[in-house]
């Protein structure tokens, strides 16, 4: 069926272009063409560059690393293996199937491991309890249940992680494993992640490959299922050219691997439970969220190495947040987006000569993508607006034309496709965007989608009234500045107009 939907959507843009006017260029439409086309360039030019890095990477790099991994791990594999599952407020179905692959993990892996499950209710106790007596592991195999009040995930972390400090013997030459209530753990994963540990001395962490299950009962869900899939494809790619300077940007919270000594660090488990940021503007306010992105602080401001490992796959049971596909979309940007905005707004004040130039840059990266996301489509719209010509729908067929292209380059390195993979990257691109200039001004407003985390009530109301508007004026101030930069950029404004507008407000 997606083989009809692609020759469909070759012959709307085949058609799209025949019906598309002759574009006659004055000198002011060659401007715009020539400063649009710079800035694609810019943008083209890094996410091909990622691609290629990700290909080699993928295809060449980590294949040898893997080959002499298991040549030498046998050597000095670690001597013990933790896996932490923090559970809270997951359907009984989904915990079963998370405990179940992890136990049976730790059963094939043939290394003394003791799976610590952090747990909320007495219900979520029992299942754990169950299902390691039904899968009957041997001795070298070991269960601890924590229990936490419900007051979020890094309080169910950190409650894991004290466990883990009582003794420091047992973190030397160990390996930790954080999984999230709804990773699903595959066959000989603890494995290939303990050889990477044995292999190079440095590696502080790892994270692993990412695939979704979701099972498509309403249509909004058959629109989760395509984005959540494109969404891992992309990571899958950015991962991999990351990880090639020996850091990632993310040591995504589903599954990442740690080695063990970075826990006995007061300072690690203490980023991880009462993380927090002191902004210029907003003051000082703690991560509600986002435990993933205090543990990828600590080791890259610490120097530590981390890594991708594309040949380990981790299934995760997707929950829509909400039966609304844009609703549900707007949830779930607002915390990841959020998340590594609030991350990132520290990184970038790490040396260079720690994370290295490609990180360095990347970092900053992820801040200019947000406007260039923009600027095309208003620039386009600005453009066709003073000259017209149909400049806008070249635009819209250019941008269909090339999303394209990008979902086969994907479609290659996933082995599948979906039809509504370019229009989800355009959705990304132009609503992402939206989203996330949005966060960036409101940096406190927090919240999980399973769990009411949300901004501390205990500032005063004049505090309270500053944070709001202020947060309201930046984003206010910083929109208007983008529009008259982007006009003023392809020629829509001339002098006449920027004296007539300064007259305006003198």
Request: charge should be positive; hydrophobic fraction near 45%.
């Amino acid at each position: 069926m997606q083989v009809i939907y692609f020759i469909i959507y070759l012959l709307v843009l085949a058609i799209w272009a025949l019906l598309l006017p002759p574009l006659y260029f004055s000198p002011m439409e060659k401007r715009y063409i020539f400063i649009i086309g710079a800035v694609a360039g810019w943008r083209y030019s890094w996410a091909i560059f990622n691609m290629v890095r990700s290909v080699f990477y993928k295809k060449y790099y980590f294949p040898r690393i893997r080959k002499k991994a298991q040549e030498v791990a046998e050597e000095s594999m670690p001597e013990r293996v933790f896996i932490i599952i923090t559970t809270y407020r997951i359907d009984v179905d989904i915990s079963a199937k998370v405990y179940r692959a992890a136990i049976k993990e730790a059963i094939e892996c043939g290394l003394p491991v003791t799976i610590i499950a952090s747990v909320v209710e007495k219900i979520e106790e029992n299942l754990v309890k169950n299902v390691f007596k039904v899968l009957n592991p041997p001795s070298r195999v070991k269960l601890i249940i924590t229990r936490f009040a419900g007051t979020g995930k890094r309080d169910g972390l950190a409650v894991a992680f004290r466990t883990l400090t009582s003794d420091y013997a047992k973190l030397q030459n160990s390996i930790v494993a954080l999984v999230d209530g709804d990773s699903v753990l595959t066959s000989g994963s603890i494995k290939k992640c303990a050889q990477l540990f044995a292999l190079n001395t440095d590696l502080g962490a790892l994270t692993t490959n990412e695939e979704c299950l979701l099972t498509p009962g309403r249509f909004s869900d058959r629109l989760y299922l395509r984005w959540y899939t494109l969404r891992f494809a992309q990571r899958d790619t950015y991962m991999s050219s990351l990880a090639l300077s020996k850091r990632v940007l993310t040591l995504t919270g589903r599954m990442s691997v740690y080695r063990g000594e970075i826990f006995w660090d007061r300072e690690f488990v203490e980023t991880v439970q009462h993380d927090y940021i002191e902004h210029w503007r907003l003051g000082w306010f703690r991560f509600l969220t986002g435990d993933d992105k205090s543990t990828w602080y600590y080791l890259l401001k610490n120097g530590w190495e981390m890594t991708y490992v594309p040949d380990v796959m981790v299934y995760t049971l997707e929950s829509p947040p909400h039966p609304n596909f844009l609703k549900g979309a707007t949830m779930l940007m607002h915390r990841w987006f959020g998340n590594s905005l609030r991350a990132t707004y520290r990184a970038m004040r790490v040396p260079r000569r720690i994370i290295g130039p490609f990180i360095w840059y990347a970092i900053r990266d992820q801040r200019v993508t947000m406007w260039t996301g923009l600027y095309g489509m208003l620039a386009a719209l600005l453009a066709d607006l003073k000259w017209g010509g149909g400049l806008f729908f070249a635009y819209l067929w250019w941008i269909m034309f090339t999303r394209l292209l990008v979902s086969l380059f994907y479609a290659t390195q996933r082995k599948r496709l979906f039809i509504t993979w370019p229009i989800f990257l355009y959705f990304n691109q132009i609503y992402g965007s939206l989203v996330k200039i949005y966060i960036l001004n409101h940096l406190y407003r927090q919240k999980w989608t399973r769990q009411k985390t949300v901004l501390s009530g205990n500032e005063t109301r004049w505090t309270r009234f500053y944070v709001i508007y202020t947060s309201y004026a930046q984003l206010l101030a910083e929109v208007f500045l983008f529009i008259i930069i982007t006009g003023a950029s392809v020629g829509f404004f001339n002098s006449q107009d920027f004296y007539n507008l300064f007259n305006t407000f003198i």
